[in-house]
T-cell receptor, first 116, second 112 residues
Framework: NAGVTQTPKFRVLKTGQSMTLLCAQD?????MYWYRQDPGMGLRLIHY???????AKGEVPDGYNVSRLKKQNFLLGLESAAPSQTSVYFC???????????????FGNGTRLTVT | RKEVEQDPGPFNVPEGATVAFNCTYS??????FFWYRQDCRKEPKLLMS???SGNEDGRFTAQLNRASQYISLLIRDSKLSDSATYLC?????????????FGAGTQVVVTP
């Protein structure tokens, strides 16, 4: 009954360091997403994937890379962390996401990242 | 103009009262609408989908007004546990895939 699991839950990085956030879902969803949430701005889409082996840029992709080598996993990488990337990161998955209809999102618990 | 806009609040509501708030969207082709609830420092959770004819789930009622391009959420008989931020989510059709656009949220504070 895990749903969407994110690791780690918290992380502090120094500017220039790199890290990978892992997202795993056990609902056999095709679509997976990475969002960041900053105060007063709502959730913004970083990257998304419509299936295993596919990735695409969202609203704020700069400074991030992603990979979806397995259907159940979606990795978010920060190659050279910057203070502007201090945020709460949420992974989500959904059953479908056609051009005119999207099914609801299921979220992970979030990762709180601080870059100093 | 933002694609999805919400009044940030806070809406301070006495326990037992009714509160309602709206969310406006800019894309007339949007077809999917949702309300999510987010507690402080937690992940958003689906509260309810919003259907064309309006729908109710217990004390919560969601309405869609396509002509004026907004959705609404009404909470009756507010409980202290209803204190949260309510996120409006609207799909924005694109040529290849529909993205889900989040509003910044409306904060509701239910007081004893």
């Amino acid at each position: 009954n895990a749903g969407v699991t994110q690791t780690p839950k918290f992380r502090v990085l120094k500017t220039g360091q790199s890290m990978t956030l892992l997202c795993a879902q056990d609902m056999n969803h095709e679509y997976m997403y990475w969002y960041r949430q900053d105060p007063g701005m709502g959730l913004r889409l970083i990257h998304y994937s419509v299936g295993e082996g596919t990735t695409a840029k969202g609203e704020v992709p700069d400074g991030y890379n992603v990979s979806r080598l397995k259907k159940q996993n979606f990795l978010l990488g920060l190659e050279s962390a910057a203070p502007s990337q201090t945020s709460v990161y949420f992974c989500a998955s959904s059953y479908s996401g056609g051009s005119s209809y999207n099914s609801p999102l299921h979220f992970g618990n979030g990762t709180r990242l601080t870059v100093t | 103009r933002k694609e999805v806009e919400q009044d940030p609040g806070p809406f301070n509501v006495p326990e037992g009262a009714t509160v309602a708030f709206n969310c406006t969207y800019s894309n007339s082709a949007s077809q999917s609408f949702f309300w999510y609830r987010q507690d402080c420092r937690k992940e958003p959770k689906l509260l309810m989908s919003v259907y064309s004819s309006g729908n109710e789930d217990g004390r919560f009622t969601a309405q869609l007004n396509r002509a004026s391009q907004y959705i609404s959420l009404l909470i009756r008989d507010s409980k202290l546990s209803d204190s949260a931020t309510y996120l409006c989510v609207v799909n924005i059709p694109t040529d290849s895939w529909g993205k889900l656009q989040f509003g910044a949220g409306t904060q509701v504070v239910v007081t004893p």
